[in-house]
C-alpha cells in the first residue's frame, strides 16, 4: 500500500501548531518505513500529570537486526503539538507474546528515552532519523522477549499489567489479541502470525521436561502425537501450549544473552550471569535516577520561570508606578513654587494696603470723596465726570418710570422729562467718545 500523501497527512494534524513542517516529516517517514502508519485520527494522549491532549500517534513495526536476524519491533510515535519544535514521544508497544525487558534506554513501562530525543532540535532532528537510531540502538538492547511457556520461570523484568502506554479510548493501552495458530516445524515463529521471521528472543530459564526425566545433549526430540498438541508431550521444539511459541534457539536468558539450552551452567556462566545481572540492576538504578532527575528538573525550570514571569510583572508594575510618582513629585514642585511666589505678592500688596491705610488715617475725618477720585489730567478728569453723568441720567430716567408706573406723575410729565435727559445723555457719550479718541483710549 503506497504511503498517504501530504494533503492526507496534514489533514489529520488539524490543531497542530506547525501543520506543514510536521506533515513533511510524517511523509518522509512513512516513505522510509513502509510497516508504519499513522492513525486514522488524532487519539487521547494522557500526560503523568493528568493533563489529555488529541495526538497523532505512528504505529507499527521497525526492523532490527539482532544476531544477524531480523525482528520485527512493534513501536507507537506520539507527535506533540509542537512537532516539530519539540521531541515526540516514543513506546514500545509489544504483542501478548512479548514481554519488555528493561535496558538503559526502555523502562519497565516501554518508554523510550534516546540521547537524540533529549537533545531534539528543530532543524536537525527528524522522525527518520530517530527510527534509524532506533533500530541501531535496539540491535544492541533487544527491548522485548518472547514470553516463556507455562512452568518456566517469568522473566525478571516482565510485567503482565503493562500501564504505562498512552491511553486508547479512555483506558490504558492493551495489546490487541492475536491468532492462535498450531505448531508447524515448517516454519518459526516470530512476531505475530509473520511466517518465516526469525523468532524474539525469549527468556532463557532452562526448560525442563515435566515428563520423561533427563534428556542428554544430542538426544533426538520426541515428536509429540498428531493432535496431541499441548499434551504430555511439552518437551518438544514447540511450546506445549495451544498459543504460538518461540522454537529454543536462540535462547536469551534472565540476563539479555544467548546461551545454550542445556540444563547445566559452568561457573564462568554463573559469573558471567552475575555480572550481567549486576549490570541491568545497575542501568535500570540509572535509568531511573535520570528520569527522576529529569522530571524533578522540568518542575523546577517550570516553577522558576513561572516565579521569574511573575517578578518580571511586579518589576513592570513598579516601575510604572515610580514614573507616576516621579511625575506627580515634579508637579507638586512646580505647585509649591506657585504658591511661593503668590504668598510673596500677597505680602507686597498686603503691605501696600497697610501703607495706604495709614496714611487715610492720618488724614481729618472730612473726606471729600470727588477729591479722592481723580484723573491724571484734565482730560481723564472730564472723561470720568461725563461717564458719571452718563450714569446719573439712566438712573433718573429709571426713577421716573417708576413714578409714572405708580401714577405719581403723569404721562406728559413724564415724556417730556424723559426728552430732555435722552439729549442730555446723548451729548455725553458722545462727548466721551471724543475725548477717549483724544486720549488714545479704546472707544468702547
Request: aromatic residues 8%.
Amino acid at each position: 500500500m503506497p504511503p498517504p500523501s501530504a494533503a492526507e497527512i496534514k489533514s489529520k494534524l488539524k490543531g497542530y501548531r506547525y501543520g506543514d513542517l510536521a506533515s513533511r516529516d510524517v511523509n518522509a517517514l512513512l516513505t522510509n518505513f513502509s510497516d508504519l502508519k499513522a492513525t486514522d485520527k488524532l487519539q487521547p494522549y494522557v500526560h503523568h500529570n493528568g493533563a489529555s491532549e488529541q495526538l497523532l500517534e505512528i504505529t507499527g513495526t521497525i526492523p532490527v537486526i539482532v544476531k544477524g536476524m531480523t525482528y520485527n519491533i512493534p513501536i507507537g510515535i506520539w507527535l506533540t503539538l509542537d512537532h516539530p519544535q519539540k521531541s515526540p514521544t516514543v513506546f514500545v508497544k509489544p504483542t501478548h507474546d512479548m514481554c519488555i525487558q528493561q535496558t538503559s534506554f526502555v523502562d519497565q513501562n516501554g518508554k523510550v528515552y534516546l540521547p537524540f530525543l533529549a537533545e531534539w532540535k528543530q532543524n536537525s532532528s527528524d522522525l527518520s532519523s530517530l527510527v534509524q537510531i532506533m533500530c541501531a540502538t535496539f540491535a544492541d538492547k533487544c527491548p522485548v522477549y518472547a514470553k516463556p511457556p507455562p512452568g518456566q520461570l517469568p522473566h525478571p523484568h516482565s510485567h503482565p499489567q503493562l500501564s504505562g502506554y498512552p491511553p486508547v479510548g479512555g483506558g490504558y493501552y492493551r495489546p490487541p489479541p492475536q491468532t492462535v495458530f498450531p505448531p508447524n516445524p515448517g516454519y518459526a515463529s516470530g512476531y505475530p502470525g509473520a511466517y518465516g521471521q526469525p523468532p524474539y528472543p525469549t527468556s532463557s530459564m532452562p526448560t525442563y521436561p515435566p515428563q520423561g526425566g533427563y534428556r542428554p545433549p544430542g538426544m533426538p526430540v520426541p515428536t509429540p502425537p498428531a493432535g496431541n498438541v499441548g499434551g504430555s508431550y511439552n518437551y518438544g521444539p514447540y511450546p506445549p501450549t495451544a498459543s504460538i511459541g518461540p522454537p529454543p534457539f536462540p535462547a536469551a536468558n534472565l540476563y539479555g544473552t544467548v546461551q545454550s539450552s542445556g540444563p547445566r551452567v559452568s561457573e564462568e556462566d554463573e559469573r558471567r550471569h552475575f555480572e550481567d545481572q549486576e549490570k541491568v540492576k545497575r542501568d535500570s538504578l540509572v535509568s531511573a535516577v535520570e528520569d527522576k532527575i529529569r522530571r524533578q528538573l522540568a518542575q523546577t525550570l517550570e516553577t522558576s520561570q513561572d516565579e521569574m514571569e511573575t517578578l518580571m510583572k511586579t518589576q513592570d508594575t513598579l516601575k510604572e508606578g515610580s514614573r507616576k510618582l516621579n511625575s506627580m513629585l515634579e508637579e507638586m514642585e512646580q505647585k509649591q513654587r506657585e504658591a511661593d511666589a503668590a504668598i510673596e505678592l500677597l505680602r507686597t500688596k498686603n503691605g501696600e494696603l497697610e501703607s495706604i491705610l495709614s496714611v487715610l488715617k492720618a488724614q481729618p475725618d472730612q473726606l471729600n470723596v470727588d477729591d479722592v477720585v481723580t484723573g491724571t489730567n484734565k482730560l481723564y478728569n472730564q472723561i470720568l465726570e461725563l461717564y458719571a453723568e452718563e450714569n446719573a441720567i439712566d438712573d433718573t430716567i429709571y426713577y421716573l418710570g417708576e413714578s409714572l408706573r405708580k401714577g405719581i406723575i403723569p404721562l406728559d410729565v413724564f415724556l417730556k422729562h424723559v426728552r430732555e435727559l435722552s439729549r442730555q445723555q446723548f451729548m455725553a457719550r458722545a462727548t466721551i467718545m471724543k475725548a477717549r479718541s483724544v486720549a488714545k483710549l479704546p472707544i468702547h
